[in-house]
Nanobody, 127 residues
Framework: QVQLVESGGGSVQAGGSLRLSCAASASVYRSGGYMAWFRQAAGKEREGVAA????????YYGDSVKGRVTISQDSTVNTAYLQMNDLKPEDTAMYYC???????????????????WGQGTQVTVSS
């Protein structure tokens, strides 16, 4: 059974930084596919933040976060990360980790391409 467990969320002031972690079941990193971060603010649709290929490490970013976030992973510990800098109040949302069961074609930040989801971690940015 695939499990994804997010951590690292919290409350920060605008301009601050947070690093989110997503611990995945070992089976996730035994196969190709993508890890991704999505977010959903109250009353809004789920939005793709970043994605990374589990084998080759290719990355994709949402337009609203480009230049401020970095997705990375450590396959030795089955964990994906999201480093977020220069946080803004509009970044406030529940952040979800997701994993695909196989190859993902464009758009890499379409939530329909992902099969497994974590429970989410809340990020709140105050002005």
């Amino acid at each position: 059974q695939v499990q994804l467990v997010e951590s690292g969320g919290g409350s920060v002031q605008a301009g601050g930084s947070l690093r989110l972690s997503c611990a995945a079941s070992a089976s996730v990193y035994r196969s190709g596919g993508y890890m991704a971060w999505f977010r959903q603010a109250a009353g809004k649709e789920r939005e793709g933040v970043a994605a990374i290929g589990r084998i080759r490490g290719g990355t994709y970013y949402g337009d609203s976060v480009k230049g401020r976030v970095t997705i990375s992973q450590d396959s030795t510990v089955n964990t994906a990360y999201l480093q977020m800098n220069d946080l803004k109040p509009e970044d406030t949302a529940m952040y979800y980790c997701a994993a695909s069961s196989g190859a993902v074609g464009p758009p890499h930040l379409d939530p329909r391409n992902y099969d497994y989801w974590g429970q989410g971690t809340q990020v709140t940015v105050s002005s």
